[in-house]
């Protein structure tokens, strides 16, 4: 009896102890260390927390899979996201590339190779070691495999349409080669990692056993969460749809804050999915939610009970999201119909874009839009981007010395039009052609969208005030998106994403991008001032140094922002967000990274 | 009356084909497909949107789509795959308890819409033109007027704004942050009834107009028959003339009523599932719509047109069953 209640208490101390062996006996030597709160570095602002607590945020839609590579948009994404990490990372506070996966990388001589060492005696989120082979698996057998249906492959493509090649050196050092010098390749190397020891068995390259394509449907919302295994800080426990997906704490996650804490801080990290962005709101006001991206209506509800609920509304006037938002004007009109020569004729003359450009009140829409809660904007890059040219240098203080700028101003738009013939021939108040037909052109954006019918109704508006008759239709957004793409609609008010790294955009600003959709019949005769842009995207990926690439970039948005005109830019909205004071790190939201939007999700905590 | 019903049902295969192909056909008017918003990635390739319209089939004719799909649901039960979460349509229409929960929420307001509109429409005719049914009038009138979408977001902003409920108790969905994590225990029965009763207050208030005053109209013609008149000079108490015989005569067409209903039960105030949070099957459909994820359209339609047929037949029967007068050859 004695010998029985022995043997039974040593296996429930086996038993606890492999419990508690769960995660990192000690911190690993290739740990990455967040340096929370040290001076002189991104993280001076923030503070080292304390383990604990669960964290609530919201979402509007629902996942569709956990498949990372397989993924096409945000709202599966931002669950991946938070699953996986890559070889390199971007700051959260600086957007500057920084190690992750791989401690450290050297580029060749003649910046075709680049080996990077990864971090040694990692595990993944089920225990298993995570090795160069992950990497080599994630490149070669789904990024670059052609079954796999990815949106990545696209990031990866070289400039001459070859691909880079990825080879295993050792267990923990990979190299990547380029057949030409492309400097955002770095970034592209950013893509996720996933494990191979969980997913080759669904690779039918790998895994004959499975017809090929069976990858495209792994992961999908009927797995056992326990099977998804990730490097990041959360993996995801259980999913309701419509309600929640709760996520728990990654076991094995690389990251620790100074004191030799393992991050991620919260025990659990929920997101509830709130179909309507009023109920969030209210659910916010209501201490449901830790954190919230607001609306720029929001912020006068939120600022009155700002003290007594003790939360921060952080808000930032001056500082934009990523992202562009601008009228296109279709030079390629009734090209392929042969009919509206005159209003093709206009729209590819620069001064009447330019005219347009002049019609934008961006102070009104600022005011009356966005209570005040935006920026004006003129470059295709994204303010927040390190090559944005309104900086004096790569990374630098944004200084707008060198912003081109269409003043709004009805004389000069006045001015320009009647410099190109376009003037009032009948006395009718409208300004016609120059064969006597009336200026009448349709303005067209995705109904519901009330912002951007709002810029609709603001521009025409002024365009009436100096005779230039433009009329208002909102449509359904596939309809215009169709309008766009088969060139048939005039002008047309719609925005892209963006991201801190300008070759993203090479699809739609060169000639012969399958985005350029103001002017497709570049691609067969592109104008003078579009072959320098294409030689200017050209130029920005063929050198390695970020200084030269800043002053070829300068040079790119100039250039379109004068010559080119393809789209007149209107204005961003700028940063607001809002987050309970018991959150601690919230005070580093920005536009680049949000405890609610993922990227600092493993440095907040609960005071 | 068995080969009515057998009848009845046989009709309904050649009609939910036909309610297919027009909706089918009305999916292939709609501007764009599902890849339309992979076209405005700027990272998307031309080849890659090519592939992914190959492998999804986008790029063949209509007729030739359509084909295909009735074939794989006639020979192979197959309803198709949705093209966002590469699962079984109905996997990802009904997935996770949503055909449970909208039965529940939908069945439960329906029933106390009825249990409280029935006894109101009697009481509102027998006290005809008395200002209690004025009243009632104006409240039923109101309910139904209030946009519920409106109604339901007042209720929510009253409960957080001015009642302060606080996280505890929670609004909108169906358990508060802690009981949404916790397993099944009486204190989450009562939360679940928490979040559930502003769905029945702003969808039963919507109904209960419509139920009120037809009860109140059809036992109105009944009272004023003669038979009526016959039982209260036979000297039969109010009561017993009221509800044995009127009610249950003028009770009649409600019941039909009922049976129409049944489409109702699982697919119905979206807008208000929406503001409220709760998990139906309509609020899959619908963002299916948005997404134009063309299959799971097509077996949400063909799943709510049988809904409909169901219903109707149901009806028909009940009158046939509670009405001895009526009989179908």
């Not at chain 1, 025990?267 to 609306?295: H, M, P």
């Not at chain 1, 570049?522 to 842009?533: L, M």
């Not at chain 2, 039965?103 to 429409?121: A, F, H, Q």
Request: contains cysteine; hydrophobic residues 45%.
């Amino acid at each position: 009896m004695k010998k029985t209640v022995l043997v039974l208490l040593g296996l429930l101390l086996v038993f606890s102890a492999l419990a508690i062996a769960q995660g990192y006996e000690t911190m690993p030597a290739d740990a990455k260390i967040i340096p929370l709160g040290q001076a002189d570095t991104p993280y001076a602002d923030a503070q080292p927390g304390v383990r604990g607590g669960i964290f609530y945020c919201a979402t509007i839609s629902n996942p569709k899979k956990w498949n990372d590579v397989t993924a096409h948009e945000t709202s599966t994404t931002q669950y991946t996201g938070l699953m996986l990490e890559g070889l390199i990372s971007t700051n959260p506070v600086t957007v500057a590339i920084e190690p992750e996966l791989a401690k450290s990388w050297d580029v060749s001589e003649d910046g075709l190779t680049i080996t990077f060492h990864l971090r040694q005696g990692l595990k993944w989120s089920d225990g298993e070691p995570f090795t160069a082979d992950d990497v080599i698996f994630s490149f070669n057998d789904l990024y670059l495999n052609e079954d796999v249906e990815t949106d990545t492959r696209d990031i990866l493509v070289l400039p001459d349409d070859s691909y880079p090649v990825v080879t295993k050196i050792d267990d923990y050092t990979v190299q990547v080669t380029t057949s030409v010098v492309f400097r955002p390749i770095l970034n592209s190397m950013g893509a996720n990692i996933l494990p191979k020891h969980a997913l080759a068995q669904y690779v039918h390259k790998l895994n004959p056993d499975v017809p090929v394509g069976t990858f495209n449907s792994a992961w999908g919302l009927d797995t056992d969460p326990s099977e998804l295994v990730g490097m990041g800080p959360f993996i995801v426990e259980s999913y309701t749809p419509d309600q929640n997906v709760i996520m728990r704490r990654n076991p094995y996650y690389y990251h620790y804050d100074p004191n030799g804490v393992q991050l991620p801080y919260f025990d659990k990290y929920v997101v509830l999915t709130v179909a309507s962005q009023d109920v969030s709101l209210l659910k916010f006001r209501n201490g449901e939610l830790d954190a919230l991206g607001i609306r720029a209506a929001d912020v006068p509800i939120l600022k009155s009970e700002e003290a007594q609920k003790d939360f921060t509304v952080l808000v930032n006037p001056d500082l934009p999201n990523y992202g562009t938002s601008w009228i296109g004007i279709n030079e390629d009109i009734g090209l392929a119909e042969g009919t509206h020569d005159n209003e093709r004729a206009l729209f590819r003359t620069r001064d009447f874009r330019a005219a347009l450009a002049h019609l934008v009140d961006k102070q009104a829409i600022i005011d009356s839009l966005f209570n005040g809660l935006a920026v004006p904007q003129w470059s295709p890059v994204s303010y927040l981007s390190p090559f944005y040219a309104g900086r004096d240098y790569y990374g630098g203080p944004v200084t707008e010395k060198d912003a081109v700028i269409f003043e709004y101003s009805l004389d000069k738009a006045a001015e320009l039009l009647d410099g190109i013939g376009i003037v009032d021939r009948d006395g009718d108040g409208w300004r016609d052609y120059e064969d006597g037909t009336r200026v009448e052109i349709e303005l067209n954006t995705n109904a519901g969208n009330t912002v951007r019918e709002g810029v609709c109704l603001i521009v025409a508006d002024r365009a009436a005030k100096i005779g230039l008759k433009l009329n208002f239709v909102p449509v359904d957004f596939n309809t215009l998106v169709n309008k766009l793409f088969a060139s048939t609609g005039e002008l047309i008010v719609l925005g892209l994403t963006g991201g801190p790294e300008p070759n993203n955009g090479a699809n739609v600003y060169k000639s012969d991008g399958g985005l350029h959709f103001w002017h497709y019949s570049a691609a067969d005769n592109p104008t003078e001032v579009e072959k320098k842009i294409d030689e200017l995207l050209n130029a920005g990926v063929s050198t390695l140094d970020n200084d030269k690439a800043f002053e070829i970039y300068k040079e790119y948005q100039i250039t379109l922002a004068k010559d080119d005109l393809g789209l007149v830019y209107t204005v961003n909205s700028a940063f607001t967000y809002a987050y309970y004071n018991k959150l601690g790190n919230g005070n580093l939201s920005s536009p680049v990274a949000t405890p609610g939007g993922g990227g600092l999700a493993d440095i907040c905590y609960f005071k | 009356m068995i080969t009515y019903i057998v009848r009845r049902t046989l009709y309904m295969l050649p009609l939910l084909i036909i309610v297919s192909l027009i909706s089918f056909l009305l999916i292939y008017i709609m501007p764009g497909d599902y890849l339309t918003r992979a076209q405005m990635n700027p990272q998307v390739t031309q080849e890659t949107l090519a592939q992914m319209r190959a492998a999804y089939g986008l790029d063949q004719s209509v007729l030739v789509q359509y084909w295909l799909w009735l074939k794989q649901i006639i020979l192979h039960g197959n309803f198709g795959m949705s093209f966002e979460t590469m699962r079984p349509v109905f996997w990802t229409l009904f997935m996770g308890g949503r055909l449970m929960w909208t039965i529940i929420v939908s069945l439960s307001t329906m029933l106390l819409t009825w249990m409280i509109s029935i006894p109101l429409g009697i009481y509102s005719a027998t006290h005809q033109y008395k200002p209690s049914d004025h009243i009632l009038t104006f409240f039923g009138f109101l309910g139904l007027s209030i946009p519920n979408f409106f109604f339901a977001l007042v209720l929510l902003w009253l409960l957080v704004a001015v009642v302060h409920v606080g996280p505890n108790l929670g609004i909108s969905g169906l358990f508060s942050n802690y009981y949404a994590q916790q397993p099944w225990s009486l204190a989450k029965f009562g939360n679940l009834l928490w979040h559930i009763w502003p769905a029945w207050l702003v969808i039963g208030t919507s109904g209960m107009a419509g139920l009120i005053r037809y009860m109140r109209g059809s036992l109105l013609d009944t009272l004023s028959l003669q038979y009526v008149q016959t039982a209260r000079a036979k000297g039969l108490p109010e009561r017993t003339v009221i509800y044995k015989h009127a009610v249950r005569n003028a009770i009649n067409p409600l019941v039909s009523m009922l049976g129409m209903s049944l489409p109702g039960l699982v697919s119905g105030s979206l807008i208000t599932a929406i503001v409220l949070n709760l998990p139906t099957v309509e609020r899959a459909f619908f963002s299916a719509l948005q997404m134009q994820d063309q299959y799971v359209i097509m077996g949400g339609l063909l799943f709510f047109s049988l809904f409909l047929l169901l219903g109707n037949l149901i009806a028909d029967i009940m009158l046939a069953w509670v009405d001895p007068r009526i009989r179908y050859s």
